[in-house]
């Protein structure tokens, strides 16, 4: 079956750096899209970032962007978020998620051109608190 696990979060202080990975199986690592996404008390989930672990394209999301970076370590299958200069804000629970190909075309899979579509698996999730 599929599974995704989380970890690495954990309790810093403003400006301070945490790494998250995600450990996969169950599935074709190369085949699918790995997103993090985070959630904190009150407010909707969202996306953070995401990455094609065929061809490495990332995205992030504006709140993120230039303080934190995702990577893919295909041969682990298994997907890291490190996150510098942390702020409050980026409080929340951070959940690792896959998503499966939309289709496949002379041997290519084919995802959204959309971020953060399509994700069906989800982690566990893992506590970040940045304390100030």
């Known amino acids: 079956e599929v599974q995704l696990v989380e970890s690495g979060g954990g309790l810093v202080q403003v400006g301070g750096s945490l790494r998250l990975s995600c450990a996969a199986s169950?599935?074709?690592?190369?085949?699918?899209?790995i997103a993090w996404f985070r959630q904190a008390p009150g407010k909707e989930r969202e996306g953070v970032s995401c990455?094609?672990?065929?061809?490495?394209?990332?995205y992030y999301a504006d709140s993120v962007k230039g303080r934190f970076t995702i990577s893919s370590e295909n041969a682990k299958n298994t997907v890291y978020l490190q996150m510098n200069s942390l702020k409050p804000e980026d409080t929340a629970v951070y959940y690792c998620?896959?998503?499966?190909?939309?289709?496949?075309?002379?041997?290519?899979?084919?995802?959204?051109?959309?971020?953060?579509?399509?994700?069906?698996?989800w982690g566990q999730g893992t506590q970040v608190t940045v304390s100030s």
């Open positions: 998620a896959a998503a499966p190909p939309l289709l496949r075309v002379d041997s290519k899979v084919v995802h959204s051109t959309t971020p953060f579509v399509g994700y069906d698996y």
């Open positions: 169950g599935f074709t690592f190369d085949d699918y899209n």
């Open positions: 990455i094609s672990t065929d061809d490495g394209s990332t």
